[in-house]
C-alpha cells in the first residue's frame, strides 16, 4: 500500500495545469506473467496563465474546466492490470487501465476513462519486428484537458505532442522492424498512425478544430539503437503527412524491444 501527495504542473498555449494529489494505491500479488493494481486518488485541478494567476476560460473565451469554474475536484478509482508473455523468439504484452470518476463530493466530475495498449513482437531470423495497438474512450463528464493526446513519441511521430488531435476516443497503431548493424547497435524502419474517430467534436470547446488539428495523421521514418547498461538510447527521424520532419532522443531503462 502506497499513500501520495503529488503537486505538479503542465501545460502549452499559454494555458498551464496546476494539480493537487492525494491518493492511496494498492498492489496486487504478481503472478508469472500478470500484474494488477487498484487506487483511489483526490484531485483538484486549476488552470493557470503564465504569470500562475487562476483563469477559468482560454484567450478565445472558450471554457478550460468541465465546472466552468477556476477549478475541478473529482475522486478517482483507477484498477490496472498487466500480462505479459515474453519467450526467446517473441512477446506478447496488454495493459488495460480504467478510470471511474467518482461523485462523492459536491460538483465533482463523474467519468468513465478506459485505454488498452497490446504490443506483439516476433524475431524473424536475426531481425525483429514489433507491432502494437493502443485504444481508449471517455464517457461522461470531461475538461478539455482529460482528452486523449494523439501525436509525439510513443503515439505519432513525426508530430508535435498532441498535435494529431485530442477527443474522446483515440486509437493508435505502430509498426517497427528492427534490424542488427554491430554489436549493440540496431537499425530500425517505422510507421506510425492515430486517429481521434471523429470524436473531437465532442470535447467542450472543440479546442481540437480551432487549433487545426487533423485529427488523423501518419508518420513513417528510421532510427538508430543503442543497448547499453543503463537501458535502450534511441535516436529517430520522423516524417508526417505534410513532410514536416522531427528529430526524437529517448532512453528506454526497459530494454531493447520493449
Given amino acids: ?5 503529488v503537486v505538479c504542473h503542465s501545460g502549452s498555449r499559454g494555458v498551464n495545469l496546476s494539480r493537487l494529489s492525494l ?4 498492489n496486487e500479488p504478481t503472478t508469472s506473467k500478470w500484474t494488477s493494481g487498484t487506487s483511489v486518488k483526490f484531485e483538484h485541478i486549476r488552470p493557470v496563465n503564465n504569470d500562475g494567476r487562476s483563469i477559468a476560460r482560454d484567450h478565445e473565451g472558450f471554457p478550460l474546466t468541465c465546472s466552468g469554474n477556476l477549478h475541478d475536484n473529482m475522486i478517482i478509482l483507477k484498477q490496472e ?6 519467450k526467446d523468439n517473441s512477446f506478447l504484452r496488454v495493459n488495460f487501465q480504467m478510470e471511474q470518476g467518482l461523485p462523492l463530493v459536491p460538483k465533482s466530475l463523474t467519468f468513465n476513462r478506459v485505454k488498452c495498449a497490446v504490443s506483439k513482437g516476433i524475431k524473424l531470423g536475426p531481425t525483429f519486428l514489433v507491432t502494437s495497438l493502443t485504444g481508449g474512450s471517455i464517457v461522461g463528464d470531461m475538461a478539455p484537458y482529460q482528452a486523449f493526446a494523439i501525436g509525439g513519441l510513443g503515439s505519432v511521430r513525426g508530430y508535435g505532442e498532441g498535435a494529431v488531435g485530442s477527443g474522446r476516443l ?3 497503431g505502430n509498426c517497427e522492424y528492427t534490424v542488427p548493424l554491430a554489436k549493440n547497435l540496431e537499425g530500425s524502419l517505422f ?4 486517429s481521434d474517430l471523429g470524436s473531437a467534436r465532442h470535447v467542450p470547446g472543440n479546442p481540437a478544430l480551432r487549433q487545426g ?10 532510427g538508430v539503437h543503442f543497448n547499453t547498461d543503463i537501458g535502450q538510447i534511441r535516436v529517430d527521424y520522423a ?8 528529430f526524437y ?3 528506454n531503462t526497459g530494454g531493447a524491444g520493449s
Fill in 213 to 222: 488539428k487533423p485529427g488523423f495523421g501518419v508518420g513513417f521514418g528510421y
Fill in 239 to 246: 516524417m508526417n503527412a505534410f513532410s514536416r520532419k522531427t
Fill in 81 to 86: 492490470s498487466g500480462y505479459a508473455d515474453v
Fill in 170 to 172: 483515440c486509437l493508435i
Fill in 249 to 251: 532522443f529517448s532512453i
Fill in 1 to 5: 500500500m502506497v499513500i501520495a501527495a
Fill in 191 to 194: 510507421m506510425d498512425c492515430g
Fill in 23 to 26: 491518493g492511496v494505491e494498492i
